[in-house]
């Protein structure tokens, strides 16, 4: 089978080309290239069906191949990708924010699937179903062990259709049974909107939808309408991206029309395109500001990236992720499809944000993280200078620099959640804009920790411990043994030291926990708006329109 399977990664590198060239007109390949790709999928028909025939073992054709083609594309880019038909719903909840199913986010935690998020108004949530809840079986099926992947399809089904599920609440003994009807559930981009001090409005997009435009423009109408507002702060942190289509449609909302808003550039100049903004604009004078941060991605990197260009925008936060490629669906055979990238994008400046060059590879096998702009400075339509090459660089950097070790374990173990899970059962909470980490609470949250024997390793931990080995290695050791023995038992992690050190990161975190496990991710955010840098940074630049302008205004050539 390794030989076999190895074999069929090979050939298969000449699958995705037809798969591909499928789509296209004749006229877009040259005849060298048809004759080609015919030729090697003759010789790939072959040795398959050789295979099946003659090879020593059984073959499972359909396993291999589908292997393979994810080994294939994991070669070109990350986001080049083959959908099978039982994997549509996933990939259209990414595209419209619509699926059919019980209107709940679940979790993998240790072998177990928790309910993270029953959304408001949803039959998960009309159910009784909370944050925390376990589920132990769906329709009769024990699903110990099984992947959050799996369970959402089993949760998921044709609208109206009964899916019965078991589960265990923290404190009970035995598990509930509960039997929902599975509606189609529309997930609302806009998490939450309202008006913050100085007249200032906020609106936070979660994520680029088929809804996204039309329901941010319904948030900013109220917004400007009905209370007044004097500007408006988007925020676009965590915003992962999506629909092209509603970016530009809200891009349009606050620029001229005839501006270009974004470039498409492909392989075959004659299918690159410029969009430009159609209509005619909401607001172009409104004082505007966008939040990002590293999460913010591909339709959140052009929003924010063209508004700069623009000068229309103050840009806050920390510099983006850099995901300048854009993906077309293909349909293919027996219902699956393949997301392909297709193209680069292009702001108006003329910068491509994107950050890893998936092209190139160095001698050693590794992908560059050259930027793709050959210039690492462009100007704005003010003639601002701005960074190009991986991302867009916010014009105020309010972000906090790294995260501790500690902070990063007690969130890649799940253990705000776990914690918050035993905790709410006993404890009621005030709302989101008043609700306080306690000492009390802060303490109960150090006693559970040290009672999972929580442990983690600080990166200078690693460093001292990998450059022993270095000196080791050498015959060095003897002669820094003393100063290295010192020096590790100084930077040894100590929790109560650095649970003291780090707490106002950690108090942040738990805080949301808590308020998302009782208030959902309206409450999450609502309480971490409170002590927001970021946030607080657009408010002093909004609330002194001399200085706004002036930011946008001055030119650093």
Request: hydrophobic content about 35%; overall charge positive; glycine content about 6%.
């Amino acid at each position: 089978m390794p030989n076999s399977n190895y074999l069929m990664r090979k050939l298969l590198l000449t699958c995705l080309v037809l798969i591909v060239c499928h789509h296209f007109s004749p006229a877009q390949l040259s005849e060298k290239n048809r004759f080609e790709i015919s030729k090697n999928m003759s010789v790939y028909s072959a040795v398959l069906k050789e295979l099946s025939m003659s090879y020593v073992d059984s073959i499972l054709v359909e396993e291999i191949i589908s292997d393979n083609i994810a080994f294939m594309l994991k070669q070109l880019d990350p986001y080049t990708e083959y959908i099978p038909e039982d994997e549509l719903p996933d990939f259209l909840l990414a595209a419209t924010g619509e699926y059919t199913g019980i209107g709940a986010d679940i979790l993998s935690h240790k072998g177990q699937i928790f309910i993270a998020e029953p959304f408001d108004g949803m039959p998960a949530a009309a159910a009784g179903l909370q944050v925390g809840d376990i589920l132990t079986e769906i329709n009769g099926e024990k699903i110990d062990g099984r992947t959050a992947d799996y369970i959402r399809k089993l949760l998921s089904g044709k609208p109206n259709t009964k899916v019965t599920i078991k589960f265990l609440r923290q404190g009970d003994k035995k598990p509930r049974k509960v039997t929902i009807r599975r509606k189609r559930i529309t997930i609302d981009p806009i998490t939450y909107y309202c008006v913050l001090p100085g007249n200032t409005g906020y609106i936070c997009l979660s994520k680029f939808t088929t809804h996204s435009a039309q329901n941010l423009k319904a948030a900013f109408e109220d917004l400007k309408t009905n209370r007044g507002i004097a500007s408006l702060i988007i925020d676009v942190r965590n915003n992962g991206g999506g629909s092209l289509e509603d970016c530009l449609e809200i891009l349009n909302c606050f620029i001229p029309r005839g501006r270009i808003l974004m470039t498409e550039k492909g392989k075959d100049p004659k299918l690159n395109k410029t969009y430009r903004s159609a209509q005619d604009a909401i607001d172009t004078v409104i004082p505007l500001a966008i939040l990002v941060n590293r999460q913010s991605a591909s339709a959140a990197e052009i929003l924010a990236g063209s508004l700069q260009d623009w000068d229309r925008a103050i840009v806050i936060g920390s510099r983006t992720f850099g995901k300048g490629l854009l993906q077309i669906s293909r349909k293919l055979p027996h219902k699956g499809q393949l997301k392909v990238t297709s193209a680069k994008y292009y702001i108006p400046s003329g910068r491509c944000i994107q950050a890893v060059d998936y092209a190139h590879h160095n001698n050693a096998g590794s992908i560059s993280d050259l930027p793709d702009s050959p210039d690492l400075f462009f100007y704005t339509a003010k003639g601002r200078r701005v960074r190009g090459g991986g991302g867009v660089f916010p014009d105020f950097d309010a972000e906090e620099k790294g995260t501790p070790a500690i902070l990063h374990q007690l969130e890649t173990e799940n253990l705000f959640f776990e914690f918050v899970v035993q905790w709410q059962a006993k404890h009621p909470v005030d709302p989101p804009r008043i609700f306080t980490i306690t000492n009390n609470i802060y303490n109960e949250f150090k006693n559970f920790l040290k009672s999972k024997s929580f442990t983690y390793t600080r990166q200078s931990e690693k460093a001292i411990g990998n450059l022993k080995n270095i000196l080791a290695a050498e015959s060095d050791w003897e002669l820094a043994a003393k100063e290295f023995n010192a020096l590790e038992k100084q930077m040894k992690s100590d929790l109560d030291h650095d649970m003291d050190f780090h707490k106002n990161r950690i108090v942040n975190v738990l805080g949301r926990q808590i308020m998302k496990r009782y208030y959902l991710s309206k409450g999450e955010l609502i309480y971490s708006l409170r002590n927001d840098r970021s946030l607080n940074k657009a408010l002093e630049m909004l609330s002194d329109r001399d200085l706004y302008l002036k930011t946008l205004a001055s030119s650093n050539k």
